[in-house]
């Protein structure tokens, strides 16, 4: 048996304990790269949360959202979160988008340990680091689309004044909007919205992209486009991170996370040529740290 395959058959079942419970990770590789590709050593991640535990205070006790979660995001890559309603998908967004902060653990996002920023700073860091797109677009009906575009490069201050709105409507270039950019969202279509969402999320160049169920609102079609657009941002080595009850759209991801009761209780990796660069660091380190898959045969 190839080398290649060997290590295959070696992904099985991780164990994850923590103070409340321990359940088994599954962890699977699905697909092959291509032949004599080889591939970047470790490097450090760009989300990285180190057993993340989250717990409400409630009159019946504590209730656990998160149960020790240890995950580990590196540039470039392209994930999905996958879970029912209450399984710990919008508490893991904000333990690394730092609008909330976990009870036990330590979130380091861009190297960053973010627990040690001020409210102010967090919010000048998360413009800066952290581009994210909602599932109701969120766009100020009182603004154009061009100036909701600029409106994060106005709160950072980044970029001059007299360069934002022409790199507004460079992005809506980018996701097709260039057209509506004197329109307010109230005139266009939801399809419309969520592209103009995603050029402001980008509007001040952040390296990592949140999306919270990005299509929840939009048919087939448009859906589809939104996640073009993804694939293309990934190309250009943004990181994104995907929340989704959709299993079809999961499937599409190179990689793809489930959650269950405050718990990652399974993790599908896609092995395509695209995706096999930034996820080959860390899966082999996951089952057998000594095991020198780095370079595949």
């Not at 290649?4 to 058959?9: K, T």
């Not at 022409?166 to 980018?174: I, M, N, P, S, T």
């Not at 930034?278 to 082999?284: A, G, H, I, K, S």
């Not at 057998?288 to 898959?293: E, L």
């Given at each position: 048996m190839?080398e290649?395959?060997?290590?295959?058959?070696k992904l099985g079942?991780?164990?994850v304990?923590?103070?409340?419970?321990?359940?088994?990770?599954?962890?699977?590789a699905?697909?092959?790269?291509?032949?004599g590709?080889?591939?970047?050593?470790?490097?450090?991640?760009?989300?990285s949360?180190?057993?993340?535990?989250?717990?409400?205070?409630?009159?019946?006790?504590?209730?656990?959202?998160?149960?020790?979660?240890?995950l580990?995001?590196y540039r470039?890559?392209?994930?999905?979160?996958?879970?029912?309603?209450?399984?710990?998908?919008?508490?893991?967004?904000?333990?690394?988008?730092g609008?909330?902060?976990?009870?036990e653990?330590e979130v380091?996002?861009?190297?960053?340990?973010?627990?040690?920023?001020s409210?102010?700073?967090?919010?000048?860091?998360?413009?800066?680091q952290?581009?994210?797109?909602?599932?109701?677009?969120?766009?100020?009906?009182?603004?154009?689309?061009a100036?909701?575009?600029?409106l994060?490069?106005?709160?950072?201050?980044?970029?001059?004044?007299?360069?934002?709105y022409?790199?507004?409507?460079?992005?809506?270039?980018?996701?097709g909007?260039?057209?509506?950019?004197?329109?307010f969202?109230?005139?266009?279509s939801?399809g419309?919205?969520?592209?103009?969402?995603i050029?402001?999320a980008?509007?001040?160049?952040?390296?990592?992209?949140?999306a919270?169920e990005?299509?929840?609102?939009?048919?087939?079609?448009?859906a589809?486009a939104?996640f073009?657009?993804?694939?293309?941002?990934?190309?250009g080595?943004?990181?994104?991170?995907?929340?989704?009850?959709d299993?079809?759209?999961?499937?599409?991801?190179?990689?793809?996370?489930?959650?269950?009761?405050?718990l990652?209780?399974?993790?599908?990796v896609?092995?395509?040529?695209?995706?096999?660069p930034?996820?080959?660091?860390?899966?082999?380190d996951?089952v057998?740290?000594?095991?020198?898959?780095y370079a595949?045969?």
């Open positions: 190839r290649w395959q060997s290590w295959i058959r079942s991780q164990s304990h923590n103070g409340t419970s321990s359940t088994s990770r599954r962890i699977q699905v697909g092959s790269t291509r032949s590709e080889r591939h970047p050593g470790f490097s450090e991640a760009m989300i949360l180190r057993g993340i535990t989250k717990a409400y205070k409630t009159d019946a006790g504590p209730f656990w959202a998160l149960k020790g979660i240890d580990q995001i470039g890559e392209f994930v999905a979160v996958v879970g029912k309603s209450g399984s710990g998908k919008s508490t893991l967004i904000n333990m690394f988008t609008i909330d902060h976990p009870t653990g380091i996002v861009a190297q960053r340990h973010i627990r040690e920023l409210e102010g700073q967090m919010a000048e860091w998360r413009g800066r952290m581009g994210i797109v909602f599932q109701f677009f969120q766009l100020l009906p009182t603004l154009t689309i100036e909701n575009v600029m994060p490069m106005d709160l950072c201050e980044v970029y001059e004044p007299g360069e934002r022409d790199r507004a409507v460079h992005l809506l270039e980018q996701v909007m260039a057209d509506y950019a004197q329109k969202p109230t005139a266009v939801g419309h919205q969520q592209r103009a969402a050029a402001r980008l509007a001040n160049d952040p390296p990592i992209v949140v919270d990005p299509t929840g609102n939009l048919d087939s079609k448009t589809d939104v073009g657009l993804f694939e293309s941002l990934v190309a080595g943004k990181t994104i991170l995907m929340v989704t009850h299993d079809e759209l999961a499937s599409l991801v190179p990689r793809s996370l489930t959650l269950a009761d405050g990652i209780v399974d993790e599908v896609r092995l395509s040529a695209v995706a096999a930034p996820l080959l660091r860390w899966v082999p996951l057998d740290p000594s095991y020198p898959a595949v045969p």
